[in-house]
Each structure stands twice: as C-alpha cells, then as structure tokens.
C-alpha cells in the first residue's frame, strides 16, 4: 500500500512541473519546437511514408521510428494538435519518475527510492524537454525501464519478467540503440547471479521477444534500402560529425551556429550531395575512419573531450537558452551529481544483495551509454536521457544524509 501511494504521488508530482514548464514555454513564446521528426509525421499523414529530405537527397531511415510514429499516431487521433502531443509527453515523460522509484526502491529500498523519484518529478531538464518534440521523452523512459527489467530478472526471474525486458528493450533500440552497449554486460551478470533459476534462459527469452519486435523494421529497410540497416542511416554522418579534424565534439562548427558538414572540402561536399542515402552514410564513415587510422591518439583524445563534456559541460553547450534557464539546470546537476557521489560512498559502506544488482547494473549502465556516445558527438540531451539512473544515487545519498536512509539489513531485494 505504501508503494502504491508513493507510485501515485510520484506520477502526479512530475505530471503536475512538467505541465507547468509547458505552461511557461508557451507563454515566453518556446511552443512549439521542432526537429527534423515533425517533417517526418507530416509525409507520413500524406501518404509519402517514412521519408525525410537531407543533403540532397530523400531519407527512408533518417533516425529510429519509435517516436515519429508516436507523433504522427497522436495528430492523426486529435487533427495534429501540438498541445496534445506536448501533453501525452509530459505524460511519458512523468512516468520515469514512477520507474526511477522502482529501482531506487529495489536497490536501497522504499524511502531512498522516494527520494530518487522526486529528484526525477522535479528535474527542470526532464521537465522543459518533455514539451519539445523530440524523442528524449521516449529515450529517458526505456531506457530506465531496460534497467528495471534487469533487475526483475536478478530478483525473481520468469516469463513475465522476460517479457517486460524483451518488450523493454525492443522499444529502446527503435528509439535509442546505445542501449546494446549495456546488454552484455546486464545478460552475463543476470546469468551469474540466476545459474539455479534459469537466468540464461529467461534472458534469452527476452532477446527474442526484443528481437521480434525490432525485426519487422529491419525487414523493412531491407526491403526499401537493399541492404541491412538496424535502425537509421545515417550512422555514418554522426560518427564523421564526433571525428573528422575539424571536430568541436558536437553537432555544430566552432561557432556553435554552423554545420560541420558546411565547412567541410568542397570535394567531400560535392561527392556527398550527388548520391543516395546509404552511399553518403558509407562516404561518411569511410572518412571519419581514415581519420581515425590515421591518427589513433587523436581519436583517443577526441573520445575523452568528448566523456568529459558528456558528464560535465561542452562549451557550445545550452547557447539556445536563456543564461537563468541554464544556470538552474546546472546548479541542479552539480548538486545531484554530488548526492549520487555521496550515494556511492554510503552503498560502499553498507552492501547488501540489493544493492550490489543496483550499483553495479546502474554504473555500468552508465558508463556503457556514455562511453559509446562518446565515439560519436555529444550534446547535452545526451546526459539527460541517462540522468534519471543516475537519480537513482542520488537519491539515496540525499536520505542518507537526511537520516531517512533505511538499515541497511532491512532493504529487501525484489517486490
């Protein structure tokens, strides 16, 4: 009873800020904004299917499809209304706050996990994206789902739960497909910590049902592009954006205004623009590799930059916002960084079975996201789809330092 009505207020709590931040992006004039995922829904609703026009040339698998069929599925139902689509997301988007509390409270039980979820309800990050249209509402959700559904299977492993991880992570991949990056590692420490209860098995099961889901695009793209592509296609461009020498670590020239790809060789340009989508991703990634051949220890470097600015700040990093804006949201990571430090260094002191699955799952999570992320190019939206794991620290630090952190012999692993 205790958790339900935790679940409840958590829910309502972050449902309640992230209306409130769309209620202020309205008024000072920042709603609607889109990206590249609006033009998407609009060929979609024509009939012209999945198709987005980029250097020259139409796309059939420009990103993952998760979301724009998200969007496009919430304009068909309510006559492309934005004001509903930015309400549906604050309603996904307040949903990680209850998935957050889950976690927090299977890790380091029921008032940690309290403290975690409010972290996640009253994120001003969490909250302002929630009313872009933009697929981080959807990144953030799976992606702390895929982790809750790991735990499951180290806590009571069964069908049920093998379905939750394999339907948990088939979404992730058609959203945000860093996730594998963490798979491996979730898989192989599932199996070590069920050998009696048949964690390989359950994991396995899950893979398949994961693998379900995500085939019938692959197929597609088959189909459409004649050859394998996972999920998108241009791949090869956002490698070639983190690697070529003339890299800033981000999307964008050193100005933070221009595109790389304007101030590339007129050659590479020229070659670029007269082809076909899957031929510019294999120039891009034949280019960003020579580079990275040709220079190893340049590649190396540019990989770390590149973690530090995912887990502090780039300096190109939140020019779109106003200075209050950004300093809230600054001064509110710093903090929560802080605390989920604090948290690490409690759970050293105390471990308990719980707690090692949550530690350990949650940092190599971590770690995996956004080491991976880092051989690409890194903005700050990034961090924040992995930010509500690290809540999860964070949150058990601030109780602790709070005294409301549990004994640590009476934090029960599981349900």
């Not at 987005?52 to 998200?70: I, K, M, N, Q, S």
Request: glycine content about 10%; proline content about 4%.
């Amino acid at each position: 009873m205790k958790s339900r009505w935790a679940l409840g207020a958590l829910f309502l709590s972050a449902l309640a800020v992230r209306l409130v931040a769309l209620g202020v992006a309205r008024a000072t004039g920042r709603f609607p904004e889109f990206w590249e995922y609006e033009s998407l829904s609009r060929n979609l609703i024509n009939g012209k299917g999945f198709l987005y026009f980029h250097f020259g040339t139409d796309y059939r698998a420009y990103v993952e499809p998760l979301y724009p069929w998200l969007v496009t599925s919430v304009y068909l139902i309510t006559g492309h209304s934005t004001l509903a689509l930015a309400t549906v997301q604050c309603l996904i988007s307040a949903l990680v706050a209850v998935v957050v509390y889950e976690i927090g409270r299977r890790t380091f039980g029921h008032r940690a996990g309290v403290v975690a979820g409010t972290l996640v309800a009253l994120h001003p990050g969490l909250a302002g994206y929630a009313s872009k249209f933009h697929p981080l509402v959807l990144d953030t959700l799976f992606i702390s789902l895929v982790l809750l559904a790991v735990l499951r299977l180290v806590h009571e492993p069964g069908p049920g739960d093998a379905a939750v991880f394999g339907t948990a992570l088939g979404g992730c991949v058609l959203t945000r497909p860093t996730i594998l990056a963490f798979i491996p590692f979730a898989l192989a420490w599932v199996t070590c910590r069920q050998r009696k209860r048949h964690g390989a098995a359950y994991s396995a099961l899950g893979l398949l049902i994961a693998v379900a889901i995500v085939s019938p695009w692959v197929v597609r793209n088959y189909v459409v592009l004649g050859t394998f592509v996972l999920t998108r296609t241009n791949t090869g461009y956002v490698f070639w954006l983190g690697n070529y020498p003339g890299a800033t670590g981000g999307a964008t020239d050193a100005s933070g205004n221009g595109s790389l790809f304007d101030v590339a060789p007129l050659e590479l340009r020229q070659r670029i623009l007269s082809t076909d989508e899957i031929t510019q991703n294999r120039i891009f990634l034949s280019e960003a590799l020579q580079h990275v051949r040709g220079n190893p220890a340049a590649f190396v470097g540019r990989a770390m930059t590149k973690l530090y600015y995912f887990w502090w700040s780039a300096p190109y990093s939140g020019r779109g916002y106003p200075r209050w804006q950004l300093a809230f949201y600054r001064g509110f990571y710093i903090v929560t960084l802080v605390l989920a430090v604090l948290g690490l260094v409690f759970a050293r002191r105390h471990r308990t079975r719980g707690q090692l699955d949550g530690v350990f799952l949650g940092l190599v999570l971590l770690v995996a996201i956004s080491v991976v992320q880092s051989l690409f190019y890194v903005d700050a939206r990034h961090r924040l789809a992995v930010e509500p794991v690290l809540m999860v620290f964070s949150g058990y630090g601030l109780a602790s330092l709070m005294g409301l952190r549990r004994a640590p012999q009476s934090v029960r692993a599981g349900p």
